[in-house]
């Protein structure tokens, strides 16, 4: 038996469960107000099939896990690919506890969507099971990952409900510039998210299409003695290139829209690893999500937040702020243990030192001051309502930058995880 496969199919399984479980709360949240039945009877009836699907595809989800780790040899949590697969799988458990504490059926709709998100981002990267390097090689790979990964998956749960309560609260009849300045950052957050669904359309579209794009860079070392010496290295693309490595010329290039070339070269002062190409993903990320929530905005005739708010309306903003809270206070403890405790003793028996001030290292520094600050300013400050959830909606920000933003655009020891 190819357990790899086996693991890939059960893979597909828990996405496509996903997906039914988010379409079964979104009914629950909208299809209320097209029901015959009571409001309470039909989000119940709905809430609990998608509560059931979602438990079933978090159990497929496991098993993708597992039969992969088996199939490989080592935990599923050595890349880009393995890591977001396993991130997604955590905010299930984590909405799971959640959801059995509260019962709240509609935490799903916001929830759900994530998941499915991390699931298609992890999709970009090569799937292909590969060999532990070195560095990876240890037990404290297994222990520092899974539990610094499932403090975040709360965090991702606090963030849902907060970014749920933020919208239920906004006031669309507001005309002064406070009220103005609530609807503007609440649907800037729902931009946001739609950049990185316009990144994975863009990518699967062009990667359906079968596009690619080759450039030829070359980079100049000066040694300490004067001299010079001359690298070429081959950079592929795989969204039609906005911009171009710095110093390079092309190889292959498929035109489109009539582009036979770049427009625009990559700035000599960014000289990170790929550089280039990852500045093109911004760009296109930006486009395809402004397109995407143009579109959207088109067919919706107002701000999509004015079309979510009227379907939270039956919802106590209260609840929702004491879930986010609670989701942060269980992740809070579990992260500081797998992102900086454990994180310090695996660095110490690797690279012999607690500390390093690697960019991975600092950002994690940066995440658990900024959630000591929320918890602090929450319970000591009586900071509540619109300012606890804009900390919870804000830190989550961070923790994607931790993961995503570090590992492919800040090069340091941890770099080997964007492979």
């Known amino acids: 038996m190819n357990w790899l496969d086996f693991s890939s199919d059960s893979f597909m399984v828990a996405f496509y469960l996903y997906c039914a479980a988010f379409i079964s709360f979104a009914i629950a949240v909208a299809g209320k107000r097209w029901s015959n039945r009571k409001p309470e009877d039909h989000t119940n009836r709905w809430g609990k099939i998608g509560f059931g699907l979602a ?113 239920r609260v906004v006031d669309f009849t507001r005309t002064d510039k406070a009220g103005k300045r609530a609807r503007f950052w609440t649907e800037f957050s729902l931009f946001v998210i739609i950049v990185l669904i316009g990144f994975l359309v863009a990518v699967f579209a062009f990667r359906g299409a079968g596009y690619t794009a080759t450039f030829s860079q070359e980079k100049v070392t000066i040694a300490d003695d004067g001299t010079a010496s001359s690298e070429f290295k081959e950079v592929k693309y795989g969204l039609p290139p906005l911009v171009k490595p710095y110093n390079s010329e092309k190889v292959e290039f498929q035109s489109f829209l009539g582009m036979t070339d770049a427009p625009i070269e990559s700035p000599s002062w960014l000289n990170g690893a790929n550089a280039g190409r990852k500045l093109n993903t911004v760009l296109w990320s930006v486009i395809s999500g402004a397109a995407l929530y143009g579109l959207l905005r088109l067919i919706a005739r107002k701000q999509l937040a004015a079309v979510i708010h009227p379907h939270l309306t039956d919802i106590d903003p209260d609840d929702l702020e004491e879930i986010s809270y609670r989701a942060i206070a ?25 500390w390093g001030w690697d960019p991975k290292e600092v950002w994690a520094l940066v995440t658990f001051l900024f959630y000591s600050a929320y918890l602090h300013l929450r319970l000591s400050r009586g900071w509540q309502g619109t300012r606890s959830a804009w900390l919870a909606v804000i830190g989550f920000l961070v923790v994607m930058f931790t993961l995503v933003g570090v590992n492919l655009v800040i090069a340091g020891l941890h770099s080997y995880a964007g492979v």
């Open 330 to 354: 269980i992740g809070f403890p579990i992260f500081t243990l797998g992102a900086l405790i454990f994180a310090m003793i695996w660095a110490q028996i690797a690279w012999s030192r607690f």
């Open 55 to 167: 438990v079933v595809g978090w159990v497929a989800h496991l098993t993708f896990f597992f039969t992969r780790w088996y199939g490989s040899g080592h935990i599923p949590t050595s890349n880009m690919y393995e890591f977001m697969t396993f991130l997604g799988m955590a905010i299930m458990f984590a909405f799971i506890v959640v959801h059995l504490i509260y019962r709240n059926m509609i935490l799903g709709a916001f929830s759900l969507p994530l998941v499915i998100i991390l699931i298609a981002y992890a999709s970009v990267f090569p799937s292909e099971a590969q060999p532990l390097i070195p560095a990876l090689n240890s037990v404290w790979l297994k222990i520092h990952v899974t539990t610094a990964a499932t403090g975040e998956a709360f965090f991702a749960v606090g963030f849902a409900a907060a970014l749920m309560q933020l919208i």
